[in-house]
Each structure stands twice: as structure tokens, then as C-alpha cells.
Nanobody, 125 residues
Framework: QVQLVESGGGLVKPGGSLRLSCVAS??????????IGWFRQAPGKEREGVAC????????YYADSVKGRFAVSRDNAKHMVHLEMNNLKPEDTAVYYC????????????????WGQGTQVTVSS
């Protein structure tokens, strides 16, 4: 069974930075070349996409709310993906999830097959 594991969350002050990482374990699946989505969900709010990478051409897309502050990347040597988050704001506080699939789904989270358990990001002074 394929499992994704996120790491790197924590408490940070406004203006600070964090880097989230995601790795996959299980048979017959690797994050290398997979479509990747990073999503977040704050209490009382719907899940929203923040960044994604397509499987076919590695195009990257970002939500308007994080554009210019967040960057998604692959580390194929370590079979990982990262979400670099800079200039964090209190409104970025949420549980962040990594999702993956063999096909690209953009920010349509319902169609991603594999999910991590989430990692908490709290931005507060």
C-alpha cells in the first residue's frame, strides 16, 4: 500500500519560512514524475490547493494567495518533493497535505489517489 509522509511543519513567526517535504513508501510508486499537489485545510474551512506539479512536463501552478511566496520542487535523487514557504502569514496557518497521482489533476483534490496524513503549520507571533 502506498503511503505519503509529510514533514517539516511547525510554529513560525510572521515573515518566517518553512520547508515541507513529502516522501512516498510502498510498492510500484514513486514521486519521481508523478503529479504532485500540495493542499491545506484550516479549521472550519474547505481544503484548498496551494501548489502543484504536472506529471508530464513538470509545469508548476500556484494559488494566487501564495504566488511569489511558495515554491514547489522535486528532488528526484531522494525521491522527494518539497514546498518552500517564505514570508509566511497568519492566514497560512493550516494542516498541509501532500497528494500524488500518476495523472495530473491540478487543484482538484478529489481525484488524487495518494495522500499524506498532513503536517501542521502555525504562523503566529
Amino acid at each position: 500500500q502506498v503511503q505519503l509522509v509529510e514533514s517539516g511543519g511547525g510554529l513560525v513567526k510572521p515573515g518566517g519560512s518553512l520547508r515541507l517535504s513529502c516522501v512516498a513508501s510502498g510498492p510500484d510508486f514513486t514521486l519521481d514524475g508523478a503529479a504532485i499537489g500540495w493542499f491545506r485545510q484550516a479549521p472550519g474551512k474547505e481544503r484548498e490547493g496551494v501548489a502543484c506539479i504536472t506529471n508530464s512536463d513538470d509545469n508548476k501552478y500556484y494559488a494566487d494567495s501564495v504566488k511569489g511566496r511558495f515554491a514547489v520542487s522535486r528532488d528526484n535523487a531522494k525521491h522527494m518533493v518539497h514546498l518552500e514557504m517564505n514570508n509566511l502569514k497568519p492566514e497560512d496557518t493550516a494542516v498541509y497535505y501532500c497528494a500524488a497521482d500518476r495523472n495530473s489533476h491540478g487543484f482538484n483534490w478529489l481525484n488524487y489517489r495518494y495522500w499524506g496524513q498532513g503536517t501542521q503549520v502555525t504562523v503566529s507571533s
